[in-house]
């Protein structure tokens, strides 16, 4: 009895208590918000801010959005239309000018010498230099224009034109005239030394020294310039450089154009000397999708790789870069398996049985990545692969799903088993009209086999070759591809369609990520070695007075890899080159143009899309070639897959499924996208996150959306406030006076990205301004701009802040002020002559935030103050230090005008005070109460007391190092309660283009997969014997193991005594001390070697959170746990106002309290672990609609009797 009212007094107690404690949460609450507002209005000046754009509610109009949508696809179809244009003109002269060829022979020996853009040593414009240049161009078109006379015709072209062709001679833009004498004609000279000075020029459109002159050529790594097909194909194609120069003339927004040959050599315009950076000299621009595609049709292929037990050593390592090389020539359009064969025949990846998976860089990556693990074995059965490809390709055929063109088996194997099933190939090819090629590969010197696999490719359409070097796969695998492009060349009646490419980065190899992965691991691993270096350095008093001490070294190999690169995202534009002359069965080559991404940016009016408005850019199938979303790059490098995010990947539904599950609405959303069948709009409920995936947001956005070409455009805006803009053709221009008063200020910025005159040059974006004002360009965002400008001008004022704002800044230690304008205008005022507060001038505040409406403060805070436009939003740096002075609380709030429905967001205003200033009167606030005397207090060890905004981060503590951290990771069980009780609402948020550091497959040595072979054959002919001797064997294979594991180690001991041996030779020290020395700092070392890994493509999931709209405060949980009345309040909470924080005091999570369960939410993200590969999955599970919008030449009849009646047709030359 005495026990129980014990305990209900206790409870009693508790209860008072926490209502004590619910009062003095809502008193704090509402002093801090009061101090909070004040100088946030005071230092901000809404109010003038509201009065400088009221006069903006009567040019308030209503979006029409499907103009919207439809005058920007108007506007890009257009520049896609000028760059098909200009790639079309490359084509057709190539045809011409190949067809009226010079077909003299050029000899290894021979005087002709070309711009070989590898071989360049100077690029200085000397005056003498440039005359000679001008000179000898001059001289060069002359010998063109005699060579091209009108009467020189060719049908279908459409130079054939004289009066065409003579305009490439006529002078351009500051040239000079062309006088030429047909009749003398002066001598090419063509001293070698003179092709090595090419003079160059920054120009600001290429991002690169260049010469408009002329163009180089470029040539393949393992290509000799020197073979005779190569220099007579580089001679006859030097006249492309009048067509590159005439395009470049009628479209100055053109940026690469070319011509790429098969022979192995590209020629480029304008002329550049080629980086010498390794991975960009392994470019071939053969295995580049814009050439692939133009080249051959779409395909499907199957890979049959023979592994058996002779496939081993050289002829292993051959035939997995023979598959490698294969693979590399494929994309997004082709489908592709591979398959091994012994006497079974089995899917490289298990997942991928019995079909054909897309060839995007995913799939493909999968495929590389399993090619070194498999494992040789018995002897090969070449009927079975066969017929194991021969049904995957018949199935696709009829069912349409893949490619939907060409097929082919590609055959790699040492030899040919003499018994196959010849009778194969009649019936289940030749009957059928012969719908699939095969290729064979053969590695190794049988000269029987070589017959017998001749055969085989020249009966069945395809090719054959002999690959024993591992220098010939490239030249002789791509051959593949000119068999393929023999329909396109005889099929020249038929209209050919422009390819447009998918996203890539200019000049960058396909496994561009692994390499800048292993030079970033390098450099780490450098910085861990040098640290432990220097260690040992300072600890043994040394003194560094060597050169060459890597401690003392400014360079090192890796430097060039620690800055983030500088990625060039394009698609390019490309047209196959029909070899025109009788006896040419393959086309010549693929005429290019680049095409900027930044360019189709440039075309996007973002200031008519307005905050949180905006436009995309997806592929035929279904993949982002440009989105805001779009994460292209981790930690600087480029992603492996980053050209192969899908729609769906990046819009994702507010919904509860489970991850990759989409909902019906986004997948017919992607359908309509890819399809281009309709183009009503579509809406849908998205989740989205800011702020590097640390917020979320939650909105409804309307989609609409048209065809450009192959491409699909998307035009989004939000429901709320996306269809009310301002009428920029009503606002008047300011007076010019004013104008440039306000232009000549300091204090500016405008959005980098954004083009408010198309003519307007200078170094910045705001000097570009100035040029298009003083032009008086007269475009609606310049306009729009100088008004804001001129509207806010009284913001330069800050500088001579009153006695009031001054007050506020010394009490507050305000740093700074800003203001952005939809415009794309961002003003700012710091007060550091009045402040104690310091800024790195390098990392200041405006340097990182001049995108106006596209700033993540600007988007929120838009989003937050449509439905509450008191209160303003704060926040702090993530997982910052209280400690440090100048850690910073930003205070932002959106301001709108508004006239009778019509309501539309103009300007962001904002502070930055110091976050230490804060914590110092939050002090004086929470020990204060409105008592004479305060019992409780934020500071009492019991009572932990938190202010946290709206997304669950704690904003200030009493604990320094808790300021911009999750409440979750400090309190999990006090969370866990907020969500329990509705405070907070937790959503789940996925994201599919997370990187995750992976340990890639082992490739075991050759001597263990040997020795497991052999294990493997015992154990097969010991099959009755007892599971004793069997366990015998497997020791005895153990034992070789360890044995060779120990032969290495003595190898290592030996090669650390041989270095202390030539040390003790320099030094004269005891080889005994020095060894262990030795030996110890190497062991040491050991222990500091990270772990090699691969950035893989993953998905993560992580919890985010909300303040629930419906929440009422101020809150307190009270449970009537007579026996555990200590956790009966768990914590009280309260809304701080006019603001997006709240004040949290809870009990110190000691006693009873310590050890309750709870669930975790936790923001960090978590790999989402699939019952398969990532790969896998998608291929089967996410496999959705594509569209093929290009041309099929599958087949032509004249093929027919090519291979029949010349083996060197199809690779009899390489015996």
Request: proline share 4%; glycine share 4%; charged share 30%.
């Amino acid at each position: 009895m005495i026990v129980l009212v014990l305990a209900a007094s206790g409870a009693a107690d508790e209860r008072k208590r926490m209502e004590k404690v619910k009062q003095l949460v809502r008193f704090w609450s509402k002093r801090i918000g009061e101090k909070l507002t004040e100088l946030s209005k005071k230092m901000t000046r809404e109010d003038q801010v509201e009065d400088s754009f009221r006069i903006l509610e009567d040019k308030l109009i209503k979006e029409d959005d499907k103009d919207l949508v439809n005058d920007i696809a108007d506007d890009i179809k257009k520049m896609m239309k000028k760059k098909e244009e200009a790639v079309f003109n490359i084509a057709e002269y190539m045809e011409f000018i190949s067809y009226h060829r010079d077909l003299t022979p050029i000899f290894e020996n021979s005087s002709y010498y070309f711009f070989d853009a590898d071989n360049i040593t100077d690029t200085e414009p000397t005056d003498k230099r440039l005359e000679e240049l001008h000179a000898t161009i001059l001289n060069n078109e002359c010998h063109w224009k005699c060579e091209q006379p009108c009467n020189s015709t060719l049908k279908r072209n459409a130079f054939s034109d004289c009066s065409v062709r003579l305009k490439l001679f006529a002078p351009r833009d500051n040239e000079q005239s062309k006088e030429c004498n047909c009749a003398h004609l002066p001598e090419k000279d063509r001293p070698p030394d003179t092709y090595r000075h090419l003079p160059l020029r920054y120009d600001p459109r290429y991002d690169e020294h260049v010469n408009l002159d002329l163009s180089v050529a470029k040539l393949a790594i393992n290509v000799y310039e020197r073979e005779h097909t190569v220099l007579e194909g580089i001679r006859w194609s030097e006249a492309l450089d009048l067509v590159f120069k005439e395009n470049l003339n009628n479209d100055p927004t053109l940026t690469w154009q070319y011509f790429a040959s098969p022979k192995g050599f590209m020629r480029h315009y304008p002329a550049m000397k080629w980086s010498e950076e390794q991975y960009k000299q392994t470019y071939d621009f053969r295995l580049r999708t814009w050439y692939t595609e133009a080249f051959t049709s779409p395909k499907d292929l199957i890979l049959l790789l023979d592994r058996s037990g002779s496939m081993i050593g050289t002829r292993r390592a051959v035939s997995d870069q023979i598959v490698n090389q294969i693979l590399d020539t494929l994309n997004d359009n082709d489908f592709v398996n591979v398959y091994t064969f012994t006497n079974t025949t089995e899917p490289l990846i298990n997942c991928f049985n019995d079909t054909l998976v897309q060839a995007n860089e995913e799939n493909l990556r999968l495929l590389r990545e399993a090619i070194p693990v498999y494992e040789e074995e018995y002897v090969a059965d070449l009927s079975l692969g066969i017929n194991k490809a021969f049904d995957i390709l018949e199935n696709f055929r009829k069912t349409r799903s893949s490619a939907n063109c060409n097929q082919a088996i590609m055959l790699i194997t040492e030899g040919i088993d003499y018994y196959y099933d010849k009778d194969i190939f009649k019936r289940r090819n030749w009957d059928k009209d012969y719908p699939v090629r095969i290729f064979t590969y053969q590695i190794g010197q049988d000269e029987g086999d070589a017959v017998e696999m001749e055969w085989i490719a020249c009966n069945n359409m395809g090719w054959w070759g002999n690959m024993s070097v591992m220098g010939d796969i490239r030249e002789k695998m791509i051959h593949y591809l000119n068999v393929m492009s023999r329909p396109i060349n005889l099929g020249l009646d038929k209209k050919r369609s422009h390819i447009w490419s998918y996203l890539h980065v200019d000049l960058a190899d396909r496994r561009l990520s692994n390499w800048l992965w292993k030079k970033f691991e390098g450099i780490r691993q450098r910085n861990i070695y040098l640290d432990h270096i220097k260690r040992i350095v300072y600890r043994q008093n040394q003194m560094l007075t060597a050169e060459d001490h890597m401690l003392l070294k400014e360079t090192h190999p890796y430097k060039a890899y620690e800055d983030k690169m500088d990625y060039k995202y394009m698609t390019t534009v490309s047209l196959p080159v029909f070899g025109r002359n009788i006896n040419e069965t393959e086309l010549l080559g693929v005429a290019g143009v680049d095409v900027p991404l930044k360019l189709f940016k440039s075309l996007i009016p973002y200031e008519r899309l307005g905050v949180n408005g905006y436009a995309f850019i997806v592929t035929n199938n279904g993949y982002i070639l440009m989105h805001p979303d779009h994460k292209s790059e981790f930690q600087t490098i480029l992603k492996p897959t980053f050209n192969r995010v899908d729609i769906l990947e990046v819009e994702i539904l507010n919904d509860d499924r489970e991850p990759r599950l989409f909902g019906d609405s986004v997948v017919k959303f992607r359908d309509k996208l890819v399809n281009q069948r309709s183009n009503e709009p579509v809406i849908l409920k998205v989740k989205y996150t800011l702020n590097d995936n640390k917020r979320l947001m939650l909105g409804c956005r309307h989609y609409y959306f048209a065809p450009i070409g192959p491409f699909t455009l998307g035009v989004v805006l939000p429901d709320k406030y996306g269809f009310d803009i301002v009428n920029k053709t009503l606002i008047d221009r300011p007076d010019p006076i004013d104008s440039a008063a306000s232009l000549n200020s300091r204090f500016w910025k405008v959005h980098p990205d954004w083009i408010y005159c198309k003519k307007c040059v200078g170094d910045s974006p705001e000097d570009r301004v100035r040029d298009g004002f003083s032009k008086n360009e007269n475009t609606s965002l310049l306009t729009s701009l100088l008004y804001d400008m001129e509207a806010t001008k009284w913001f330069d004022d800050y500088g001579d802040a009153d006695a009031d704002e001054e007050k506020f800044i010394v009490a507050y230690q305000v740093h700074k002020v800003f203001l952005a304008t939809y415009s794309g205008l961002t003003r700012w005022r710091d007060f550091e002559d009045i402040s104690s507060v310091r800024e790195d001038v390098e990392d200041s505040f405006e340097k990182r935030n001049d995108r106006a409406i596209d700033e993540d403060w600007y988007r929120r805070a838009v989003e937050l103050n449509f439905e509450d436009e008191s209160k303003f939003i704060y926040s702090v740096p993530f997982e910052t230090s209280g400690y440090e002075n100048n850690t910073m609380i930003t205070s932002t709030k959106a301001i709108f005008v508004e006239k009778g429905d019509l309501k539309s967001p103009v300007a962001v205003v904002g502070l930055q005070f110091n976050h230490r200033e804060m914590y110092e009167w939050y002090n004086d606030i929470t020990t204060t109460c409105n008592e004479s005397r305060c019992k409780i207090t934020c500071k009492q060890k019991d009572l932990n007391c938190y202010i946290m905004d709206n997304n669950a981060y704690i904003v200030l503590s009493d604990e320094p190092e808790f300021i911009g951290r999750y409440m979750g990771d400090i309190r999990p069980d006090i969370m866990a309660d907020l969500i329990q009780d509705r405070i907070y609402i937790p959503t789940k948020m996925y994201d599919y283009q997370a990187i995750c550091q992976k340990v890639p497959p082992k490739k075991e040595p050759e001597t263990v997969r040997i020795q497991k072979r052999k294990q493997k054959e015992a154990m097969k002919k010991k099959k009755k014997k007892t599971k004793r001797s069997t366990s015998s064997a497997r020791s005895s294979a153990a034992r070789g193991i360890i044995q060779l594991a120990n032969n290495l180690l003595c190898i290592k001991d030996w090669l650390i005594g041989l270095l202390v041996v030539l040390k003790n030779a320099v030094t004269g020290e005891e080889v005994q001390e020095v060894y262990n020395s030795t030996r110890d700092e190497y062991l040491a070392f050991n222990k500091l070697m990270i772990e090699k890994t691969v950035p893989t493509p993953c998905d993560q999931s992580r919890w985010l959170f909300n303040l629930n709209k419906t929440a009422r405060f101020p809150f307190s949980n009270y449970t009537k746990d007579g026996t555990k009345f200590q956790c009966s309040w768990p914590y009280a909470i309260d809304k701080i106002p006019n603001t997006n924080l709240l004040f949290l005091a809870t009990n110190d999570g000691d006693g009873a309290c310590r050890g309750r369960s709870h669930p975790i939410y936790s923001t960090e993200p978590k790999e989402i672990i699939y019952n398969t590969t990532l790969p896998c999955y998608i291929a089967t599970m996410n496999n959705y609609t594509r569209r093929m919008y290009m041309n099929c030449y599958e087949r032509n009849k004249k093929e027919d009797d090519i291979n029949k009646y010349d083996h060197w047709k199809c690779g009899h030359y390489w015996k």
